[in-house]
Each structure stands twice: as structure tokens, then as C-alpha cells.
């Protein structure tokens, strides 16, 4: 539904009553992966992860979980962690943590040297351990170069208080980067490549529609009649000539 309301600019009831936040990362983030947590693995998230992680996955059953709350590490003190997106499988753990407009938090409540991506890498490679698991965190962001604080943590690793004994590097290792971009080009290489069926291709025209609409992501797909069928998929078009 946040989909159909944003494409349509439809946001406000009246003149008081807001029905979306369009600046909303969750909004965003549930909006883009529940469609796509439908699509057979082999026609999003396979290719997706291959590339951001550089390395091939298993294809059979993944799960999706969103706004996921994490068990509290025994060290340090601090919060529940709230994961905004847990991908799993029985060999992987993807922990995505996604922005639109800001950037990942340079501090939490308990320790103001202790920033977003430092305690999502600490938490998630835990528990990965712990399930047996290859831990992968990807952080999604709008623009189209990777942002500042990754290179800055890869470059110089802040304590893994939850990891004590692991070598710091390898678990920044497990940090990629992914522009919210690099989706649109996937999906709409699979659409073009004609590897969807039927019902992900009405799918896939929406969330890419919704990508175009968000400035997220510019259509390199080829003009079809079937996009000015729906007001939905108009942003599609190459052009404005019916």
C-alpha cells in the first residue's frame, strides 16, 4: 500500500492526517524487500549478493525478517539492537542495514566511541558463530559511491567487545557496501534477460517504478506499451509518447 500512495503522491488525508513518511527508511526498506522476498532466490537475491559480497551462495530456502531484534551480548552494556533487515539461509547470516537520507549512527546510548556499523558487525558475527553460520553486513545507501565510514572502519577497526579474541580485521571483513541503485540494475537485468516469470514481472515493474519515483534509480529499461497501462509503471517510460 506505502507503495501505491507514494507513486501516486497520494500521502495526505485531507489537509491533517499523514498516511506515509516518504523520507521513511523503513517505508523504503519494506516497501522494496517485501516485494522481493517473493521472487525465487536465482532471480533477485542471488545475483544480488554475489555482487556486493563477491562470492557465490547456495540457492534453496532463505528467510527474510525485518526490524529484528537481536539477543543482548553479554558485553558491552547497551540496548537490544534492532536489525533492519535479516536475510538467512542454513549456510549464510545477512544482517542490511538500510538508509535513505541519513547516514549510519556515530554513536550508541551506552558508548559515544561505539558507532551503528561497529555494533551490527559485533552482534551479527557473534551470532553467526554461534549458529554456525558465514556472516555478511551490508550497509544500503542512496548515493552512488561508497560512503566515508565504510573505508574508515575498514581502515582502522574499533574494538568487537563481543568478539574478544577474533581478529578485529576479520570482522570488518565482513562489512559491504550497496547502493539502493545496484537493486534497480539487478531486478531490471533479470526483467530484461526474460529470467521472471509472469508474476515477478508485474512485480518486478512495480518496485522498480517505485525506485525510479524515489530517485533511487534511473530505468535502463527499454520502453514497453505496458507501462502506460498503469499509472503505477509510468515512471518507467523512456519516453512521454504514448
Known amino acids: 500500500m506505502s507503495l501505491v500512495l507514494e507513486l501516486r503522491d497520494h500521502t495526505r488525508h485531507g489537509q491533517s492526517i499523514t498516511l506515509v513518511h516518504t523520507g521513511s527508511e523503513d517505508v523504503l526498506t519494506g516497501t522494496v524487500f517485501g516485494i522481493l522476498r517473493n521472487f525465487r532466490p536465482e532471480a533477485f537475491l542471488l545475483p544480488w549478493l554475489a555482487a556486493v559480497c563477491r562470492r557465490d551462495f547456495p540457492s534453496g530456502k532463505w528467510l527474510f525478517s525485518f526490524w529484528e531484534q537481536q539477543p543482548l551480548p553479554a558485553v558491552p552494556k547497551e540496548g537490544h539492537s534492532h536489525i533492519d533487515l535479516v536475510i538467512t539461509s542454513p549456510t549464510d547470516l545477512i544482517f542490511v542495514e538500510a538508509k535513505l537520507a541519513a547516514t549510519a549512527s556515530q554513536r550508541t546510548k551506552y558508548d559515544p566511541g561505539r558507532d551503528q556499523l561497529t555494533r551490527n558487525l559485533d552482534?551479527?558475527?557473534?551470532?553467526?558463530?554461534?549458529?554456525?553460520?558465514?556472516?555478511?553486513?551490508?550497509y544500503l545507501t542512496a548515493g552512488p559511491e561508497e560512503p566515508h565510514e565504510v573505508g574508515a572502519l575498514r581502515a582502522k577497526p574499533k574494538p568487537y567487545h563481543a568478539n574478544r579474541g577474533v581478529d578485529p580485521q576479520k570482522i570488518t571483513g565482513c562489512l559491504r557496501w550497496s547502493a539502493w541503485a545496484d537493486i534497480g540494475e539487478i531486478v531490471a537485468q533479470s526483467y530484461a534477460d526474460g529470467r521472471l516469470n509472469e508474476t515477478e514481472q508485474l512485480f518486478a515493474r512495480d518496485v522498480l517504478a517505485y525506485l525510479v519515483k524515489k530517485k533511487l534509480w534511473r530505468s535502463t529499461l527499454?520502453?514497453?506499451?505496458?507501462?502506460?497501462e498503469d499509472k503505477l509503471w509510468r515512471p518507467l517510460r523512456a519516453?512521454?509518447?504514448a
Do not use: H, N, Q, T
Request: a negative charge; charged letters at 35%.
Open 123 to 138: 552482534v551479527g558475527y557473534g551470532r553467526a558463530v554461534r549458529e554456525g553460520k558465514r556472516f555478511e553486513l551490508i
Open 239 to 241: 519516453s512521454d509518447s
Open 222 to 228: 527499454i520502453d514497453e506499451p505496458v507501462f502506460c
